[in-house]
């Protein structure tokens, strides 16, 4: 059977009515919109459509395809299929490198295609905590907290709330935390996933953690376990789970469709354009396949929404950064902003697995093999992380800030020892004394077996990310810097090692074969621990920090009202903003600050 959703596709294509989705740089070449959006990804696609709707004319300029027909994409139980196709992969690949620029063998995700990483990512959602949302306004952020930031993820979400069957199986919801009359669908799995091992992953972080199920990881205070929903709903006449992107909710579908929106796909912006008054007048622009480069107009503003890994190279092209990274590849400095894709920050996470016994390999209630990302979802504190020892290493966080900061400037992923000890203080008390929940473990199952993944929640280790090359097209040096700083690798060994524990409670005895805990043996040391999990950390996609907002003085790049300092007409309104990371994933956060981004620059016309 035929959905609706296809027919709504081709409309758009055709170009019949409504938005303009290009390959062809003539609609945007030597023209002039109201504002116009370097990258078509989540909040590109939130700040144009919000623009727009208000009837003024919007351009995103996006690298990536239009591939909203591929079916890895909107299918999201086929995202495991994503990268198998190059001709429709949505995916930059970017190399990540060490200190001295070598290439580490982790590659780094993110969305190159109209929806950007909304396309590709795990659709986990979940929202950050009113407590390091009001830490956010206390590093210099007037008006960004709970109070303003939780209406926007509750304005963008329609919550499908749970049936009796899913409820069941583990699934939960406290409706004052959530939207039901928002465009981004989110909804737990129709029919749930591998409920019975979900049951017995949450009686053994009980054991191990002492932190008991709970109905809804957005409603937590702080710690927390329980089943996961994500931004994706059951279509019943296609028989599919569909990924609710942000260009699906919000740029594709009919109801959606606006004149004043046109989005350039398949062309890369390579720098923003200033008057001699460093007013933003437009964007360049040009076509890996041709390298012809071009100019667009801006009678307003230029928006900056290329993600964490994006914008701050196009900042440096364009003359705005630190002299010596700009002096290094022949750019004049237009302004000396050192802050520029500094405090880059994700997630290292790595992962350990339990041989399940061939009998209950077969059951599909403890393996499924569906393709959705972590069905369970535990946040753990400093106390229910290490015990005895958090009393200890909270002290020390305490003590040590100044040196840390000292550290982050040194290795150049911080500019001053101010700014860095302000930051550094904030996150510190938001572990210490907030108790906000320092490690994430997601329970999961593949074929044969039973897999913990896990990463440090709120790292303090800062990396940063510079041009490589005066070529536009060129890809970025990005130096995360995972697990550089002694408590993050402290948290990730003590996460590993109690992950390992869950496997040996009396709730998995029944199921378990053997313990595979590659590579380190049942009696490893801490030093051992730490050198497996470095060795195979990957990224967990949550890129931010690198164009923060933060005063000025104290390293930052952007004002609270988004402008990049020292020009006008010039706004970043990305995941790049947001200082430090949330106990969340990122989508919610990054929902509410691009329609906090729309409704500032609404206010300021
Ligand atoms: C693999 C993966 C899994 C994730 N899982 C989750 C999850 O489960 N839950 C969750 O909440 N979050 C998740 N995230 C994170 C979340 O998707 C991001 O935080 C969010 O999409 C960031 O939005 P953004 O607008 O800053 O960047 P993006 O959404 O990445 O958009 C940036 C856009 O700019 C385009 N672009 C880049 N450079 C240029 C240029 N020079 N010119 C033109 N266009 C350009 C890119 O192609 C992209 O389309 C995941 C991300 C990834 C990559």
Partial sequence: MLSLYPLTVLAISLGAFGTKISTDSSVASGRTFDYVVAGAGLSGIVVGTKLSAQGYSVLLIEAGKDLQNNSAIYNAELRGTLNDNPATDCNWHYVASDQNGTALPMKI?????????????????????????????????????????????????????????????????????????????????????????QAIYKAAVLLVFGIPD??????????????????????????????????????????????????????????????????????????????????????????????????????????????SVL????????????????????????????????????????????????????????????????????????????????????????VNIKGATELFTAVTNLITKDKMPITELVSESYPAVMTSVFWPLVPLSRGHIHINSSDPFAAPRVTPRFLSDDFDLKVAV????????????????????????????????????????????????HWLGSSAMRPRKSGGVVSPTLEVYGTSGLRVVDASVMPFQVTSHSMSLVYAISQKAADIILASR
């Fill in 109 to 197: 995700d993110s969305g190159k295609c109209i929806g950007g990483s909304s396309s590709i990512n795990g659709m986990v959602w979940y929202r950050p905590t009113s407590t390091e949302l009001d830490a956010l306004e206390s590093l210099g952020n007037p008006g960004w907290n709970s109070t303003t930031m939780f209406p926007y993820m509750k304005a963008i979400e329609h919550n499908h709330p749970p049936s009796a069957a899913q409820r069941a199986d583990g699934a939960g919801l406290v409706r004052s935390h959530h939207g039901f009359h928002g465009l981004v669908n989110v909804s737990f799995p129709v029919p749930m996933r591998i409920p019975a091992a």
């Fill in 494 to 541: 003590q996460i590993a090692k109690q992950a390992r524990a869950l496997y040996q409670t009396a709730p998995f005895a029944p199921i378990i074969a053997e313990l595979v805990v590659d590579a380190v043996a049942v009696n490893a040391t801490d030093a051992e621990w730490a050198a497996w999990y470095t060795s195979t950390a990957f990224g967990a996609s």
């Fill in 214 to 323: 709970s109905p809804d990881l957005s409603a937590r205070k702080n710690s927390v376990s329980a089943s996961t929903s994500w931004t994706i709903w059951w279509d019943p006449v296609a028989q599919v789970t569909r990924r609710a992107s942000a260009a699906y909710s919000l740029l594709y579908p009919e109801s959606q469709q606006q004149d004043t929106l046109t989005v350039l796909a398949e062309h890369t912006v390579s720098k923003v354009i200033f008057n001699k008054d460093m007013k933003a007048t437009g964007l360049e622009f040009g076509s890996v396949i041709d390298g012809v480069l071009h100019t667009v107009n801006a009678k307003y503003e230029v928006l900056l929404a290329a993600g964490s890994l994006a914008t701050p190279p196009i900042l440096e092209r364009s003359g705005v950064g630190s002299k």
């Fill in 327 to 414: 002096k290094s590849f022949g750019i004049k400095q237009l302004v000396d902003l050192p802050g520029v894709g500094l405090n880059l920050q994700d997630q290292p996470g790595t992962g350990l697995s339990a041989l399940v016994q061939p009998a209950n390999a077969s059951s599909p209630l403890i393996i499924d093999n569906r393709n959705l990302f972590a069905p369970v979802i535990s946040l753990l504190n400093i106390d229910e992380l290490f015990g005895n020892d958090s009393t200890k290493f909270s002290v020390q966080l305490q003590n040590n800030i100044k040196v840390r900061a000292k550290a982050a400037v040194a290795i150049g992923a911080e």
